[in-house]
């Protein structure tokens, strides 16, 4: 049975501070790696998603990163603002067709 | 930019009545989900439906669950007695049928039951 776990927790960082999130998952065998992001009381955004062929994928100022082998996948922040403020979540999908979430990371940037 | 849209955004009911919760999903994606998060919690699987039947259900999703796709474009989520642990935010999400497969969340609905 496939588990999630993002580590750290909960992030509390200066603006202007790069980061990285992590997730890890306990079975490699993946077909697409996703990150959302959450505002409190919203749904998911989507921000990046990495298929099993992929080792990163970039949008803007975030970076993320996939080693299936290892079952970790890391999300970069750039020059972090306080709009980035928000609960980051990991998901991937394996052999069917639902995507498994993990546990998020909560991300306060101070200005 | 098309987008998966929820109703009601917030429902209040009495434990043991019937809640019907409504999600149209984007228009050309085929594979849609019911996903629930409890306050605090993380997101959980509830159901995946394709071609016009549940393809896939968690353990959380017993008899008191239940999905359909009543006109083509409306997505429905019915729990037919509520009990005080079915207070969560539910989301609705379709799949894009793109070659990655990315997953696509509509704004939840919260519901909280008395």
């Known amino acids: 049975k496939q588990e999630v776990t993002q580590i750290p927790a909960a992030l509390s960082v200066p603006e202007g501070e790069n980061l990285v999130l992590n997730c890890s998952f306990t079975?490699?065998?993946?077909?697409?790696l996703q990150w959302f992001r959450q505002d409190p009381g919203k749904g998911l955004t989507s921000l990046l998603l990495?298929?099993?062929?992929?080792r990163e994928q970039t949008s803007g100022r975030l970076n993320a990163s996939l080693d299936k082998s290892s079952g970790r996948s890391t999300l970069y922040i750039a020059a972090s603002q306080p709009g980035d403020s928000a609960t980051y979540l990991c998901?991937?999908?394996?052999?069917?067709?639902?995507?498994?979430f993990g546990t998020g990371t909560r991300l306060k940037v101070l200005a | 930019e098309p987008e998966v849209t929820q109703t009601p955004s917030h429902q209040v009911t009495q434990m043991g009545q019937e809640v019907i919760l409504r999600c149209v999903p984007i228009?050309?994606?085929?594979?849609f989900y019911w996903y629930r998060q409890i306050l605090g919690q993380k997101v959980e699987f509830l159901v995946s439906?394709?071609?016009?039947?549940?393809?896939?259900k968690s353990e959380i999703f017993d008899d008191q669950f239940s999905v359909e796709r009543p006109d083509g474009s409306n997505f429905t989520l019915k729990i037919r007695s509520t009990k005080l642990e079915d207070s969560a935010m539910y989301f609705c999400a379709s799949l894009s049928q793109s070659v990655p497969g990315e997953l696509f969340f509509g704004e939840g609905s919260r519901l909280t039951v008395l």
């Open positions: 990495i298929q099993s062929s992929q």
């Open positions: 228009s050309n994606h085929l594979y």
């Open positions: 998901a991937v999908k394996g052999g069917t067709y639902k995507y498994i």
């Open positions: 439906f394709y071609n016009n039947e549940i393809s896939e």
């Open positions: 079975d490699s065998a993946i077909y697409n």
